[in-house]
Each structure stands twice: as C-alpha cells, then as structure tokens.
C-alpha cells in the first residue's frame, strides 16, 4: 500500500498538464466515439494531457504508449471523480455498446486480473508506462491472467455497455487523456518501477474493487441511494433482505465491488439469459423427443467414474449414484479413479487428498487412464465425473487426450467457479475471516479445509480456473455437461462449459448436488450423449425455468459471500 501511495502522489504531482477547456478536434476512431456523444464534461481530480504516454524511471529512456479506444461506440458518460468517499460518481467512462461487440486492448501490455468479482466479468491490462486499464462488466473472457495482449487484440466481449478505466497506482485517470485524439506524444514521469509489474491475483482484485466501487450508474446496477442504504444495514436480493449490520461493511467502493452480485439482472447475467434463450431457439428442432429412448452403445466400452471434493474411498460418493449397468457398462468395466493414484480397488484415499492440487490430480488420472488403454486399446474408454471431478478429468485430457477415450461427462462440475469458494477467498482478505479460516482449518471439523489448494483453485477468480477455461477442450472427445436446476452448491450458470454439449436436469431432493449423478433424468442425458444424440428437448417454459432459477441461485449466493464478508470485518 505505500508503494501504490507513493504511485499516487507522483501521478498527482506531474498530472497537471491537461487544459480543463475543451480539446481541440480530435481524430481517428475515438474521434467518432467523442461525436457520438458531445463533448466530454471534464471532472476534477488527476489528468494526463491528451495523446500517447510515456513513464520514465531514473535514467532509464521514456516508455512511450499510445492508446486506442476499446470499442467503436459513442461514449454516453464520462470520467466524473466523487466529491466525496460515498458520493456518486465515475472513474472511467462509459461505451454504449452492442451485445457481444469485441472488446480490444487499449494498447500492448500483459494481462494482470481476468475473471470474475461479483457476478461481473472483467479485465485488466497492465501497459508499459504503467498505467492499467480496465475494461469492466463484460459479457465474456477470453483472455487469462499473465497473457500477453498486442494493440487491438481481443480481451472478451461486452454487454449493453461497457465501462472502461485507467489508473496509474492509487490515482484514476480520465481515460479520454489517454486515446489519440491530440497532436504529438507528451512524456510524463508516471509510475514508480516497483508498480510497473503485475502484482499477485489478490492485490490486483484489490485495486479492481476500488475501481469498481465508484461505478453508480445502470451498469453497475445499482444506485447511490441503494449504496447508501446496503451500507448502513442491508442489502435487497430479489424479494428478500439479507441483513449486513449497521457500520460492518468497511467501504462503500469494498461493497460495491459486490453490488453487482446483489442485483439478479445485471448486464451479465441479462447476456447469460438472452444467449441461454438464444441456445433453446437454435436447437429446437435438433433435439431427442422426450418419448425417443436412447440407444445402447455397440460393443464393450469402460468407463472411469471420478469422485469430488471431500469424497473418499469408501462407497457412498455422489459419483457412485451413476447406473453404469444403464449405461451399458459391464460390472468389470467399471474403475472409480483414487486421489492418490490408480483406482481405488488398488489404493483407497481420504478426503484430505482431494483438496490437493488439481492439476495434480489431473496427472494421476492421466496415468490411469493411459493405463488402462495400453491393456486394452481396442476398447474404448469414457470419463464419467461429479463436481471438482469434472476438472480434474479435464485437466487428465488436457488439449490431446489419450487416443482411445471417446466421452466426457461432467455432472454438477463448477466449470465457472464455486460460490462458495469465491465467498472463503474474498473472506481471507479481512482480518477476523482469515482468523476464523485459519480456525477451521485446525480444527478440521468439516473435513475440508478452507485454505487447500483445490479450494482456493475453485474460487470464481482463481488463475487455475482461468488458464483451464483458456484452453481449448479436448480433441476428440464428446464433451457433455449436465448441471441440476435447483443445485445450490454448483449452480447451472456455473456448470455451464462452452463448446461442449450442456444439459439441465430436475433432480427430486433437498439437496441436490450429491444426487445430480443417480438422478433418473441425468442417467437420461448420459445415455443421449453415449450414443451421439442431442439432449432432451425443453418447452419454452422449462427452458427459462433452468435459465432464471439458476441465476436466481447465483445472485442469491453472491448475495450471501457479501454479508459474510461485510461481517468479517
């Protein structure tokens, strides 16, 4: 923090060059955007001059950066810093966009924080003079922390708008400063080298916060009235209130970097919506009828059944609900993967050894699976997995799967992340929920540990998670995700993995994580994906059922993480 302080006392103390009169003509693309909406009204606060960048550090030589827009649309508000700490206000500016318009990266830099905070998507981009900016709110990502981003180069894609930032340490800059729309470069001594380099994934969310704390207009989803009132005692989840207690929430930017969790019909879950609606349209008429009973698979095929988080060795797993003998498989055919290496009828595991790396145990099912079809290899094999068991098999496969494996099916797997991950990670940064992790996990009273690695590799904004979904699938291999509608653990906008074959499944019981696997209508989907069909066809009416539960589940959960982290303070 007092390097990012003394970052904001140099940008304050050389920022000084910008005219608050209205520029001259500008040009190129971000003069089209500035026609589209007027003239920028200019806020107080730090300023660059208008044009390229540069930052220079002792006798190093100046670093120039020229900046271009992000998107080609009109700019419909612009760069106004609070008045006060919980006053309205906006520390970027924002795009009218188009759904799914291509957002593309200011300029050359490396990717610092992609992912998740709230129910929002966003990224950030560090630049060689460094300045970071951020594009906030969107729709997808497609890029992953520590990548490498060229000018231009597609970071995602937005929805309604597009909420566009830039900082040099703690100080905001108007990002209109920074966009060719000036004669000539100005040299400006920015950024202390220390801040030039990305920091760890938590210190960067950290900054986002800020960033994202300032944000009251509609794409933040929220206004200050309602900032103002979620600050001094509670915050409105749909019909409900979840209670945060008067004076527990230490910042409103802090608790606005949730707020968009809070509120159901954000901009992205309103995308998530209208592409899940846009998906049932599309396959409408390629679906398998309700009626049509799906053929068996020809021939003797294995198949591999991995467990979750917490499972052990010992029958009773949610995995062990799959009917195998339904599926086709013969009783000899049918291996459960062991943590610690081989099946579990040569080595039995704890749960312990679950919540160890996952990509380590990604390896060992490898080995497995390698294994098994070096005995056999006219057999084919196929991968059946239930929940974190969903990315281990995806890491086993990784981009070129062993020849021989023709099917994965993932059941309950949190492919976008796990609530409830999200919420113990966001926790750790405060002190009395770092304590009370740290408490647990002595203790051991739950059997999983709050502060394993595959835990924290779970969290909506790990960079495990980013770097898996920032690969392809395997080549291939059919790849069928089938969530519950009414699962609280993982719910179905989080089993949702693109480019593979996603179904939704009723399941009857309380709780309906363990029982996704056995449940008569998944079986159903397991069958239709074994045998190359389509899943089910769905009305109208369940297809938006699977749709709004699901994210009626996620706000309602992120909803939640906030109180509890608002009451670790």
């Known amino acids: ?57 002792g006798d190093a030589a100046p670093i120039a950066v020229r900046y271009g827009p992000p998107v080609a649309a009109p700019v419909v508000d ?30 050359t830099g490396q990717v610092v924080f992609a992912g998740r905070v709230g129910a929002g998507l966003h990224v950030v981009v560090l630049h060689a003079d460094g300045i970071r900016t951020t594009s906030a709110f969107m729709a997808s990502i497609d890029v992953r922390r520590g990548q490498q981003v060229a000018a231009g180069q597609t970071l995602g894609t937005t929805g309604t708008s597009l909420h566009f930032g830039a900082r040099a340490g703690d100080a905001y800059l108007d990002p209109l400063v920074l966009l060719e729309v000036a004669t000539g470069p100005m040299v400006v001594h920015l950024v202390p080298d220390d801040v030039r380099v990305m920091g760890s994934e938590a210190d960067e969310r950290n900054g986002l916060r800020h960033f994202l704390g300032t944000v009251t207009g509609a794409v933040g989803g929220v206004s200050s009235t309602a900032v103002g009132w979620a600050r001094d005692g509670a915050v409105a989840v749909g019909v409900g209130v979840v209670a945060v207690g008067r004076g527990a929430v230490a910042t409103a930017e802090e608790l606005q970097a949730w707020i968009d969790a809070v509120v159901p019909l954000t901009p992205t879950s309103l995308v998530r919506l209208g592409t899940g609606m846009q998906d049932w349209w599309s396959r409408r008429h390629t679906c398998t009828p309700s009626g049509a009973a799906p053929p068996r698979p020809a021939g003797r095929r294995r198949v591999v059944l991995v467990a979750g988080l917490g499972s052990t060795s010992t029958p009773g797993a949610g995995i062990d609900g799959v009917d195998t003998a339904a599926l086709g498989y013969r009783p000899g055919d049918v291996q459960r993967f062991s943590y610690r290496g081989g099946t579990t009828a040569e080595t039995s595991y704890t749960a312990a050894d679950t919540q160890v790396d996952i990509t380590e145990s990604g390896r060992r099912l490898r080995a497995l699976l390698e294994r098994l079809l070096a005995a056999e290899p006219e057999v084919p094999v196929d991968v059946i997995a239930h929940s974190q068991g969903g990315l281990v ?10 020849p021989g494996v023709e099917n994965l099916i993932t059941l ?3 492919h976008q992340g796990a609530d409830l991950a ?6 750790a940064t405060t002190p009395r929920g770092a304590l009370l992790e740290e408490g647990v996990s002595r203790a051991g009273m739950s059997g999983i540990d709050p502060t394993s690695t ?3 590799q779970l969290s909506e904004t790990s960079g495990f998670l980013r770097h898996l979904n920032g690969q392809p699938l395997p080549g291939g291999v059919r790849v069928t995700s089938i969530a519950g509608r009414g699962d609280v653990v993982v719910p179905a906008p989080h089993a949702h993995l693109p480019g593979a074959t996603n179904a939704v499944v009723t399941v009857e019981g309380i709780n309906e994580h363990p029982l996704v696997p056995g449940a008569p209508a998944a079986t159903r989907e397991m069958a239709l994906a074994l045998a190359g069909l389509a899943p089910s066809c769905e009305g109208l009416v369940d297809a938006m059922a699977d749709l709004v539960v699901g994210e009626t589940i996620t706000a309602a959960e992120d909803a939640l993480g906030l109180a509890l982290w608002g009451l670790a303070w």
């Open 1 to 57: 923090m007092r390097r990012l302080a003394r970052a904001a006392l140099a940008a304050a103390a050389v920022a000084v060059a910008a005219s608050t009169t209205v520029p001259p003509a500008p040009a190129g693309a971000a003069a089209a955007a500035l026609r589209g909406a007027g003239a920028p009204r200019r806020g107080a606060g730090p300023t660059l001059a208008r044009g390229s960048t540069a930052a220079q550090v």
């Open 78 to 107: 612009f760069f106004r810093p609070p008045a006060t700490p919980y006053g309205p206000g906006n520390l970027g500016i924002e795009y009218a966009t188009a759904p799914g318009t291509p957002i593309g990266a200011a300029a």
């Open 393 to 402: 098999a995806r890491v086993a496969l990784g981009q070129s799967p062993p």
């Open 412 to 414: 309950a797997t949190p």
């Open 422 to 427: 999200t919420a113990l990670d966001l926790m």
């Open 454 to 456: 595959s835990v924290r």
